[in-house]
């Protein structure tokens, strides 16, 4: 549930990602767009295809993840569960506001430890 629903307060303390979403390659909108893209680049200032196409992906992320944070005094854990938010070229598309807080594990027993202790805090 990224759109659409408001979550605020005690209706929602946690969001898990299980993945990004990134849209169909091969819907023929997003495959046109990306052509388009990256043929107008320069002269139209554009991202190029690849760019657009991660963009679009971490718009309907980010939106997913500020689902349980719906106002300054809310507060829920986000939790990634994908081994790509490892990668620091991923998670600069997160949004700067969660970017500096996100905390890697190695274990799920670390992990789990650590979310206790937010919760408890």
Known sequence: VSEGMDFSDDNARAVVVVGIPFPNMYEMKVAQKKRFNDTYETSKKLLNGNEWYCQQAFRALNQAIGRCIRHRFDYGAIIF???????????????KWLRNTIKLYDSFEESLESLKSFFQN
């Open 81 to 95: 569960l994908d081994e790509r938010f490892h990668r620091e070229r991923n998670r600069v598309y997160i949004s």
